[in-house]
């Protein structure tokens, strides 16, 4: 029995204890003379109410053996039922409103017409960029409708690819990818073609240049003239790696670096220089595809294109000159001799001395002879302490061919 007496004996940890056992609130913070206290009035508290067992006793008539039994146990499950139940209970409502706060967030992106629009517009402007057929065919109307890919050389470094592309190439491009079209993007596959042909098991991948939709041309550098080049153009699935061709260009050949110096290197007029152009890019070529470059040519400039004196003037033009006279043709040759060394050097050629650039650069300009010439090239410090030399051997051997007539008439 718990007395004040009894308590009294005993030390204050474990009176803390006691009440702390018996759910005395505030117990960590009292005193032992309060804690004797508290656990008196706990224990009068209780003997006053009655029990379970005393309760269940005198609510209800005496019973058999069996009943009183069943009570019993149900009397000593009741407290241990109840936290579980209520653990369960509380361990699944855990999730559930985080579901309901997704699902109503869902329902309402549904109904606002402002998110349901701005998501039209994102799913419009990736198929805007995917479309490749959306504005191929431009200025050019009565231009047939079909697919091409035109490659062109502008100069050693620079190719400018110009393709064509139906609106049902696209459509059999989206069914044959499946799935894959959802993550295909619009590629430039740069090629390049090795000496030996134009097989495929003569080409080597360079890089795939990504594209988009509303244009037709594309400006392609590469690296390393002379080479051998042709584009393909197609969707490229990122996944998984697949491409999927909508058409090869013409094979092209980029001209040596030193082919487009100073005289010719800042000419962008396609128009301006087409015969350039069009040599550049194999128009001119016995041997080649070269139908689809002479066909965008021929649209763009509006006239036929064949070899350079039939496409400027034509072969009726003949019947207008007088039957007789005289066609004069010349032609001659230079050479452009450049290079650079310290810009305090001196530099003779031929033993004549040449003046340098503020950079040390220099070019010279001298006749070429119908003969071989042997041109020395003296570099000296301005000290004089050290000196190079550099020998140029050149051979010119002009041929003149028999002239060639043709009949106006054919």
Same mark, same amino acid.
């Given at each position: 029995?718990?007395? /004040?007496?009894? &308590?009294?004996?005993?030390?204050?940890?474990? !009176?803390?204890? #006691?009440?702390?056992?018996?759910?005395?609130?505030?117990?960590?913070?009292?005193?032992?003379? %309060?804690?004797?206290?508290?656990?008196?009035r !706990?224990?009068?508290?209780?003997?006053?109410?009655?029990?379970v067992?005393?309760?269940?006793?005198?609510s209800?008539p005496?019973?058999?053996?069996?009943?009183?039994?069943?009570?019993?146990?149900?009397?000593?499950?009741? @407290?241990?039922?109840?936290?579980? #139940?209520?653990?369960?209970?509380?361990?699944?409502?855990?999730?559930?409103?985080?579901i309901?706060?997704?699902?109503?967030?869902?329902?309402?992106?549904?109904?606002?017409?402002? =998110?349901?629009k701005?998501?039209?517009?994102?799913?419009?402007?990736?198929?805007?960029?995917?479309?490749l057929?959306?504005?191929? =065919?431009? %200025?050019h109307?009565?231009?047939?409708?079909?697919?091409?890919?035109?490659?062109?050389?502008?100069?050693?470094?620079?190719?400018?690819?110009?393709?064509?592309?139906?609106?049902?190439? =696209?459509?059999?491009?989206?069914a044959?990818?499946?799935?894959?079209?959802?993550?295909?993007?619009?590629? !430039?596959?740069v090629? %390049?073609?090795?000496?030996?042909?134009?097989?495929?098991?003569?080409e080597?991948v360079?890089?795939?240049?990504?594209?988009?939709?509303?244009?037709?041309?594309?400006?392609?550098?590469?690296?390393?003239?002379p080479?051998?080049?042709?584009?393909e153009?197609?969707?490229?699935?990122?996944?998984?790696?697949?491409?999927?061709?909508l058409?090869?260009?013409?094979?092209?050949?980029?001209?040596?670096?030193?082919a487009?110096?100073?005289?010719?290197?800042?000419?962008?007029?396609?128009?301006?220089?087409?015969?350039?152009?069009?040599? #550049?890019?194999?128009?001119?070529?016995?041997?080649?595809?070269? /139908?689809? &470059?002479?066909?965008?040519?021929?649209?763009?400039?509006?006239? @036929?294109?064949?070899?350079?004196?039939?496409?400027?003037?034509?072969?009726?033009?003949?019947?207008?000159?007088?039957?007789?006279?005289?066609?004069?043709?010349?032609?001659?040759?230079?050479?452009?001799?450049?290079?650079?060394?310290?810009?305090?050097?001196?530099?003779?050629?031929?033993?004549? @001395?040449?003046?340098?650039?503020d950079?040390?650069?220099?070019?010279?300009?001298?006749?070429?002879?119908?003969?071989?010439?042997?041109?020395?090239?003296?570099?000296?410090?301005?000290?004089?302490?050290?000196?190079?030399?550099?020998v140029?051997?050149?051979?010119?051997?002009?041929?003149?061919?028999? @002239?060639?007539?043709r009949d106006?008439?054919?």
């Amino acid at each position: 029995m718990v007395t /004040t007496a009894s &308590l009294n004996t005993r030390t204050a940890k474990d !009176l803390a204890e #006691m009440a702390k056992k018996r759910g005395v609130s505030g117990w960590h913070s009292m005193r032992k003379d %309060q804690l004797v206290r508290a656990l008196v009035r !706990l224990a009068k508290s209780k003997a006053k109410k009655p029990t379970v067992r005393a309760a269940a006793k005198k609510s209800r008539p005496a019973s058999s053996p069996t009943r009183r039994a069943a009570a019993k146990s149900t009397a000593k499950k009741l @407290p241990v039922a109840q936290p579980k #139940m209520a653990k369960r209970a509380k361990s699944h409502a855990g999730p559930k409103p985080r579901i309901a706060a997704k699902a109503k967030a869902k329902a309402e992106a549904k109904a606002n017409p402002r =998110i349901q629009k701005k998501i039209a517009e994102i799913r419009a402007r990736l198929e805007r960029a995917r479309d490749l057929a959306a504005k191929t =065919i431009d %200025q050019h109307p009565a231009a047939a409708r079909r697919d091409r890919v035109v490659l062109m050389v502008r100069d050693a470094f620079w190719l400018h690819a110009h393709w064509e592309l139906t609106r049902p190439t =696209i459509e059999r491009a989206r069914a044959a990818m499946g799935q894959d079209w959802h993550v295909a993007r619009p590629v !430039l596959r740069v090629l %390049q073609v090795a000496d030996t042909g134009t097989t495929n098991a003569s080409e080597r991948v360079v890089r795939d240049i990504d594209i988009h939709g509303g244009v037709n041309n594309w400006y392609i550098d590469v690296q390393d003239p002379p080479k051998n080049f042709r584009v393909e153009i197609g969707y490229l699935a990122g996944a998984s790696g697949r491409f999927h061709s909508l058409g090869r260009s013409n094979l092209v050949t980029t001209p040596k670096a030193s082919a487009s110096g100073a005289i010719d290197q800042n000419w962008a007029d396609i128009a301006a220089n087409f015969d350039k152009v069009y040599a #550049m890019s194999g128009g001119y070529a016995e041997t080649g595809d070269n /139908t689809e &470059l002479r066909e965008l040519f021929e649209e763009r400039l509006r006239r @036929p294109m064949g070899s350079p004196m039939v496409t400027r003037f034509g072969n009726g033009v003949r019947a207008l000159l007088p039957s007789e006279g005289h066609f004069d043709f010349e032609v001659d040759a230079e050479m452009i001799i450049f290079g650079s060394t310290r810009s305090d050097a001196y530099v003779a050629i031929k033993g004549e @001395p040449i003046r340098l650039r503020d950079d040390g650069t220099f070019t010279v300009r001298m006749s070429m002879p119908e003969a071989r010439e042997v041109i020395p090239i003296v570099a000296s410090t301005s000290d004089g302490v050290e000196q190079r030399t550099v020998v140029l051997s050149i051979d010119r051997n002009t041929k003149i061919m028999e @002239p060639v007539i043709r009949d106006a008439n054919t």
